[in-house]
């Protein structure tokens, strides 16, 4: 089993920065490889909403109010995620959660557009504990 480890939460002012880093705990196993990543939130009082995402290819989405404001890469290796977070926001405000995606199979997303809406499916990805990041006024 693919275990996720997440780290890079915490607390900050409004205009502050956190970046996540997300690392996988092997890069296959079984029919699991690691293909595309991103990171998924949960803020109270709403559904949860994809983040960003970065597929094998290198291509990249985000979610309209963070566009401009987060920036998502991978590590050469590929078994590891970063999420630069600048200029946050009290509305940023939430658990933060990292997902791997399959490249294959019934679940696969097509593009990135399809990939950040499957990232909060807990029946599609392997995901992290979550960390929590908290931006205050």
């Known amino acids: 089993q693919i275990h996720l480890v997440e780290s890079g939460g915490g607390s900050v002012q409004a205009g502050g920065s956190l970046t996540l880093s997300c690392a996988a705990s092997e890069f296959e196993h079984g029919t699991h490889r690691i293909h595309?990543?991103?990171w998924f939130r949960e803020i109270s009082g709403k559904e949860r909403q994809g983040v960003a995402v970065i597929m094998d290819d290198g291509t990249t989405n985000y979610l309209?109010?963070?566009?401009?404001?987060?920036?998502i890469?991978?590590?050469?290796?590929?078994n590891t995620a970063y999420l630069q977070m600048n200029s946050l926001k009290p509305e940023d405000t939430g658990m933060y959660y990292c997902v791997s995606l399959p490249g294959s199979?019934?679940?696969?997303?097509?593009?990135?557009?399809?990939a950040l809406g499957?990232?909060?499916?807990?029946?599609?990805g392997i995901w992290?504990?979550?960390?929590?990041?908290?931006?205050?006024?």
């Open 36 to 38: 595309h990543m991103g």
């Open 128 to 137: 992290a504990e979550g960390t929590q990041v908290t931006v205050s006024s």
């Open 73 to 78: 890469s991978q590590a050469n290796a590929k």
């Open 118 to 124: 499957l990232l909060p499916d807990p029946k599609v």
């Open 105 to 114: 199979g019934v679940w696969a997303p097509s593009d990135a557009t399809e």
């Open 64 to 71: 309209g109010p963070v566009k401009g404001r987060f920036i």
